[in-house]
């Protein structure tokens, strides 16, 4: 089992930033993704970043030269630094780790106001 727990997120102004961080403890393997999902209020859970033990990084389309993901393997910890950021950003953010199984974060809410 992997449990994950989320902080930072918050209510912040369009084109401003935000940083959330969310670590993982229990069953850790040396090699895994951790990354970050979103959900808006009627939508589908939808993919923001993810990065692998290695450093290899991926993106949203949608997020790229904004956001940026990063992790800190010692301490088991993911980031996601928020620049720029705009109204459509507004959703539960929900950390991610997978090694052949998923675990999900509780999520945190980050709100972005026009």
């Known amino acids: 089992q992997v449990q994950l727990v989320e902080s930072g997120g918050g209510l912040v102004q369009a084109g401003g930033s935000l940083r959330l961080s969310c670590g993982a403890s229990?069953?850790?393997?040396?090699?895994?993704?951790m990354g970050w999902y979103r959900q808006a209020p009627g939508k589908q859970r939808e993919l923001v970043a993810t990065i692998t033990t290695g450093g290899t990084t991926g993106y949203a389309h949608s997020v790229k030269g904004r956001f940026t993901i990063s992790r800190d393997n010692s301490k088991n910890t993911v980031y996601l630094q928020m620049n720029s950021l705009k109204p459509d950003d507004t959703a539960v953010y929900y950390c991610?780790?997978?090694?052949?199984?998923?675990?999900w974060g509780q999520g945190t809410q980050v709100t972005v106001s026009s």
């Open positions: 229990g069953s850790i393997f040396s090699f895994n993704v």
């Open positions: 991610y780790y997978n090694r052949g199984l998923d675990y």
